[in-house]
């Protein structure tokens, strides 16, 4: 039925979806309420330090559960526009069983899309989630496991860890956790010290490059482990090196650079490849994405082609495009865009 649905709005309304259709009538009822995401509530938004931000949520309860360690997808309105960033939850599926919340722990960015905004979300606010996504969990394996951290990649070990003390899961086997920041930036340490008071066979260390050193120079003595790293490129890069030479098994998950922007103008001609369900096109930064799409006979749904009515808005899941109305660039990440005012600045992958 619903993809009835779908198809007679595509048809007669010119738009992707049924709900999508009558979404601004429906968040007149259920504030924030978009086809395709998840609502959730604002519990408390607090500071851990001078620039780590704790952020708890209530999920609706159609929100599916996650496994320790994976993230999600985070939307909410800032300036009339909404702005996606991706973060790890920091609280285990335990804890969402028991309280029906969810944590995000994240480092607030000074010129960010996004996490300098997070201080302004108030109690009771509803924002849209995604459903919680990634593969870095707990691994099914015999060994030792190592966790190395870096800056705010501690939270998915956090999470794990919650879950797996609550399980008996660590008493299975040592587990030890190299925690990396800056002087003074470590965080969560408290919720550290209670693992380890509460589970013998976790212990933790927390290092600073200045005071201890490259993250490579304690990696000899735990060749025998399954290796867990979260952090900054170069520390997984490191790392990864590492383990090749003494053949150690990693699970990874880290902070992917942004991709190099082009400054050149708009009368120099430029090409990129534009993926879409799985298919690729040969694009230019002349025409806007939708002019482009239709040159190429892809299906696309449309209608006033200036940016108004938003019946092209579709979700950008990664590059950078230029508004065409503003001049202004987007960033790398996720997040909603109008196809017919968007011209590609680097490849760009895009979900119609």
């Keep these: 039925m619903r993809l009835l649905l779908d198809k007679f709005t595509d048809r007669i309304f010119h738009h992707g979806s049924w709900k999508g259709y009558w979404e601004v009538l429906i968040q007149q009822i259920k504030p924030a309420w978009r086809d395709g995401y998840f609502r959730a ?4 938004v607090s500071s851990l330090s001078t620039d780590m931000l704790e952020v708890v949520l209530k999920p609706d309860s159609s929100w599916p559960t996650h496994t320790a360690g994976q ?9 009339g526009r909404l702005t996606t960033r991706v973060f790890t939850i920091a609280s285990g ?3 969402y069983q028991r309280d029906k919340q969810i944590r995000l722990v994240t480092k607030v960015k000074a010129e960010g899309a996004l996490t300098p905004y997070l201080h302004a979300c108030v109690p009771n606010q509803w924002v849209n989630i995604s459903a919680p996504k990634g593969e870095f969990v ?3 394996t015999e060994r030792s496991l190592l966790m190395i951290a870096g800056g705010s990649g501690i939270t998915p070990f956090i999470a794990m860890l919650d879950d797996a003390i609550n399980n008996a899961e660590v008493n299975q086997k040592a587990v030890h956790l190299l925690y990396f920041a800056k002087p003074n930036e470590h965080v969560l340490l408290e919720e550290l010290s209670t693992f380890s008071k509460r589970c013998e066979s976790f212990t933790y260390d927390v290092l600073t490059k200045q005071k201890d050193g490259d993250v490579e120079a304690h990696l000899p003595y735990f060749a025998d482990a399954h290796w867990l790293v979260c952090g900054p490129h170069a520390m997984f890069e490191q790392v990864e090196t590492y383990a090749k030479t003494i053949s150690a098994p990693v699970s990874s998950e880290h902070f ?3 991709p190099v922007v082009s400054h050149t103008s708009l009368t120099e001609s430029e090409t990129f490849s534009l993926v ?7 694009i230019d930064n002349q025409q806007t994405l939708l002019l482009q799409l239709q040159q190429a006979e892809q299906p696309v749904t449309y209608g006033c082609g200036m940016g108004i009515c938003h019946q092209c808005q579709c979700v950008k899941k990664r590059g950078v495009v230029r508004d065409t109305r503003t001049g202004e660039l987007s960033d790398s990440a996720e997040q909603l865009i109008q196809l017919c005012v968007s011209q590609a600045v680097t490849d760009v992958e895009i979900q119609l």
Excluded: D, F, M, Y
């Design 41 to 44: 509530r604002v519990i408390t």
């Design 71 to 79: 993230h999600i997808a985070l939307t909410i309105e800032i300036n």
């Design 93 to 95: 599926a335990n804890t």
């Design 138 to 140: 707990w691994p099914k």
């Design 256 to 258: 992917a650079a942004l």
């Design 276 to 282: 879409h369900n799985g298919q690729s096109l040969t």
